[in-house]
């Protein structure tokens, strides 16, 4: 490993049980998928330079770091605050909140009970 953490090229070496693979690959998936609707809508609401428009606007403190280096929980984050964001029913916002210690399991190669599956899944 290079310290970048897992990518779907070294997935299936790392899990030769296919199962953590899965999850690792749908947690990558839904990672991607967040990512390009909270760039899509923010873009729509504040425009191509909305990565500094779009705190500056809510008079937040400008982003640390390239959105496309954002982790998992700091795309969920971002949901929140922003109006753009009103369509997302809160339960959903909840339920993406208690896939990240799961999240965290795979992405590390810890391993994943089974209720946390289910988490997944839903």
């Known amino acids: 490993m290079n310290g970048r953490g897992l990518t779907k090229d070294n997935a299936r070496t ?5 199962k953590l693979e899965r999850l690792y690959l749908l947690y990558a998936e839904t990672v991607l998928e967040l990512r390009q609707y909270i760039e899509f ?3 729509e609401m504040y425009g191509v330079g909305w990565f500094i428009a779009a705190p500056v606007a809510m ?3 400008p982003y640390r770091k390239h959105f496309d280096s ?3 929980h700091e795309l969920i984050s971002m949901i929140q605050p922003y109006s753009c964001f ?3 029913p809160g ?10 210690p799961t999240r965290n399991k ?3 190669y810890k391993i994943v ?9 839903d």
Not at 14 to 18: A, I
Not at 91 to 100: E, F, R
Not at 113 to 121: L, R
Request: hydrophobic share 40%; proline share 3%.
């Open 70 to 72: 954002f982790d998992y």
């Open 86 to 88: 009103e369509d997302i």
């Open 41 to 43: 809508a923010m873009e």
């Open 106 to 108: 795979i992405a590390h």
């Open 113 to 121: 009970i089974e209720a946390e599956k289910v988490t997944i899944e």
């Open 59 to 61: 008079k937040y403190k």
């Open 91 to 100: 339960d959903v916002y909840s339920q993406m909140l208690k896939t990240v």
């Open 14 to 18: 790392l899990f030769p049980n296919n």
